[in-house]
């Protein structure tokens, strides 16, 4: 198993509040990704990162922010969490270009929004 | 924006029945990956296909990539409890991201 951790594993938050959510790697992949998967929905790309400090918007980026100082961190950043980002978020790696696109992924973090 | 269409959403079937479930798109992608996801847990890699036509095969699970690349299958022989899940296909439009199906959550009932 690629070596992927998120923490928190679960949180409640509530509404306006600043939420950071941590994706940490051990396998020195170039390529981190950020997902929110609700239910109907599949999984839904919110930021990527394809190297430290360098990072791009998904399909669903719209109150998100993120940032990679590291090569083996990547954060996520609700600045003031809505009853809409309630959602399991996912963190994936991926050694693009040797390994094409595969991704592997994290535990997943559990967030409600009150 | 590309999608994937996954179909059926949901199935429910008995064990030893055979399945098929379809990844259709009206886009061309690069690859396509189908995962898997069990509850509380994280989608794990089954397999990626690149060329067109390509059949792969993972023990009773059959993965197809269409001739045009804009769709996919997975087909399941002789169904088991065991293969119970979310099934998520994801196709790669192009470099760095991945685009995914909304997904077949699949139960074998023994």
């Known amino acids: 198993d690629a070596g992927i951790t998120q923490s928190p594993r679960h949180k409640v938050t509530e509404t306006g509040t600043p939420v950071t959510l941590r994706c940490h790697q051990t396998?020195?992949?170039?390529?981190m990704y950020w997902y929110r998967q609700d239910p109907g929905h599949g999984l839904r790309l919110i930021h990527y990162s394809y190297g430290v400090k360098d990072t791009d918007k998904g399909e669903v980026s719209d109150g998100y922010s993120v940032s990679r100082s590291k090569t083996e961190d990547f954060l996520l950043t609700l600045e003031s969490a809505t009853s809409s980002q309630t959602s399991v978020y996912f963190c994936?790696?991926?050694?693009?270009?040797?390994?094409?696109?595969?991704?592997?992924f994290g535990p997943g973090t559990r967030l409600t929004v009150t | 924006t590309q999608l994937l269409e996954q179909s059926p959403q949901f199935l429910s079937i008995q064990e030893g029945e055979n399945l098929t479930v379809y990844c259709n798109s009206s886009s061309v992608f690069s690859s396509l990956q189908w995962y898997r996801q069990e509850p509380g847990e994280g989608p794990v890699l089954l397999v990626t296909?690149?060329?067109?036509?390509e059949v792969k095969k993972l023990k009773r699970l059959t993965f197809q990539f269409g001739d045009a690349r804009k769709d996919s299958s997975l087909h399941i022989t002789a169904a088991q409890p065991g293969d119970t899940g979310l099934y998520l296909c994801?196709?790669?439009?192009?470099?760095?991201?991945?685009?995914f199906g909304q997904g077949t959550r699949l139960t074998i009932n023994p």
């Open positions: 296909v690149v060329t067109g036509g």
């Open positions: 396998e020195n992949h170039r390529y």
């Open positions: 994936a790696i991926s050694e693009f270009p040797l390994a094409g696109v595969e991704q592997y």
């Open positions: 994801a196709g790669a439009p192009g470099a760095q991201k991945l685009v």
